[in-house]
T-cell receptor, first 112, second 110 residues
Framework: TQLLEQSPQFLSIQEGENLTVYCNSS?????LQWYRQEPGEGPVLLVT???GGEVKKLKRLTFQFGDARKDSSLHITAAQPGDTGLYLC????????????WGAGTKLIIKP | EAGVTQSPTHLIKTRGQQATLRCSPI?????VYWYQQALGLGLQFLLW???????NRGNFPPRFSGRQFPNYSSELNVNALELEDSALYLC?????????FGPGTRLTVT
């Protein structure tokens, strides 16, 4: 059982469309991170959210941490082919020893 | 600032052999994490080292082992290789919560 459930697992859309990826849990997290991984490379940290209700923007990407700190979302506006990749969420549980808990990832393909 | 480096980039072994993968963390980071990633799938946690000690290990058999050296670099050893060990092995270093990944070692077992 994944402690962090990501949905959808796979998403293929046309360039210019909007999309949202979700990361949900029944556990409370002290912080949550989003990474993007391109084929054959290591994941790259995009953002860290730490406060319930926090919203962070990174150009066309908007990240939100749920009020209860159990979930997060990533919204991409006007998706571009360069957004293609595996999006991973990872969190530090309130009762953990700093080790990250990872979601299984959302594979995103943006078609030109 | 130099990022996380891993060597070798690619490694081809035959079943039953042993593989050694190496990782150098970002300067100042004392924690090193190892992950296995099968093709197209998410990250499976293998091992966590901090200050030279193993802090936690994932649900992998004992033939997966490693160590962390005094300079915080790390080594992952996989003994008695099996075909299903073929994967991308990623190393990450961390100052606390956030992880910074190397490019990975692609291990192929034939």
């Amino acid at each position: 059982t994944q402690l962090l459930e990501q949905s959808p697992q796979f998403l293929s859309i046309q360039e210019g469309e909007n999309l949202t990826v979700y990361c949900n849990s029944s556990s409370v997290f002290s912080s949550l991170q989003w990474y993007r991984q391109e084929p054959g490379e290591g994941p790259v940290l995009l953002v860290t959210v730490v406060t319930g209700g926090e919203v962070k923007k990174l150009k066309r990407l908007t990240f939100q941490f749920g009020d209860a700190r159990k979930d997060s979302s990533l919204h991409i506006t006007a998706a571009q082919p360069g957004d293609t990749g595996l999006y991973l969420c990872a969190g530090v549980r309130m009762d953990s020893n700093y080790q990250l808990i990872w979601g299984a990832g959302t594979k995103l393909i943006i078609k030109p | 600032e130099a990022g996380v480096t891993q060597s070798p980039t690619h490694l081809i072994k035959t079943r039953g052999q042993q593989a050694t993968l190496r990782c150098s963390p970002i300067s100042g980071h004392t924690s090193v994490y190892w992950y296995q990633q099968a093709l197209g799938l998410g990250l499976q946690f293998l091992l966590w080292y901090d200050e030279g000690e193993e802090r936690n290990r994932g649900n992998f058999p004992p033939r997966f082992s490693g160590r962390q050296f005094p300079n915080y670099s790390s080594e992952l050893n996989v003994n008695a290789l099996e075909l299903e060990d073929s994967a991308l092995y990623l190393c990450a270093s961390s100052p606390l919560y956030e992880q910074y990944f190397g490019p990975g070692t692609r291990l192929t077992v034939t």
